[in-house]
Nanobody
C-alpha cells in the first residue's frame, strides 16, 4: 500500500521559516517519476508549489521562487520543502504527491501551514 506521510507544518510569523517533510515507502519512492508539493488555501483550488524528478530536476511556482526549495534524500525516502520568508498568502494545507508511470498519482493527507502574527 502506497503511503505518503507529511509533517512539519505549523504556525509561523511572517518572515519565518518551516521545513516540510514527506516520507514514502521504499518501494514507492524507487518507482516514481517525480514527487511534488501542492497547496490548497480556503476557497481556492489546489495548486502546484514545487516538484522534483527522480533525477533531481526541479520546478517551482512563480509565487515561491527564491523563497522555497524542494529537495530529496534518497536514503531516507524523503522529500523536503524548505520554506523561507513566509508570507500570509502562503497559508494553506500543503500536500505531498507522488507520480508513478501511467500516470498514477498518490497523495498524502496534508499538513497545515499558517503564517500569521
Amino acid at each position: 500500500q502506497v503511503q505518503l506521510v507529511e509533517s512539519g507544518g505549523g504556525l509561523v510569523q511572517p518572515g519565518g521559516s518551516l521545513r516540510l517533510s514527506c516520507v514514502a515507502s521504499r518501494s514507492f519512492f524507487l518507482s516514481i517519476n517525480h514527487m511534488g508539493w501542492y497547496r490548497q488555501a480556503p476557497g481556492k483550488e489546489r495548486e502546484l508549489v514545487a516538484i522534483i524528478t527522480n533525477i533531481g530536476l526541479t520546478n517551482y511556482a512563480d509565487s515561491v521562487k527564491g523563497r522555497f526549495t524542494i529537495s530529496r534524500d534518497n536514503a531516507k525516502n524523503t522529500v523536503y520543502l524548505q520554506m523561507n520568508s513566509l508570507k500570509a498568502e502562503d497559508t494553506a494545507v500543503y500536500y505531498c504527491k507522488g507520480r508513478k508511470p501511467g500516470p498514477v498519482d498518490f497523495w498524502g493527507q496534508g499538513t497545515q501551514v499558517t503564517v500569521s502574527s
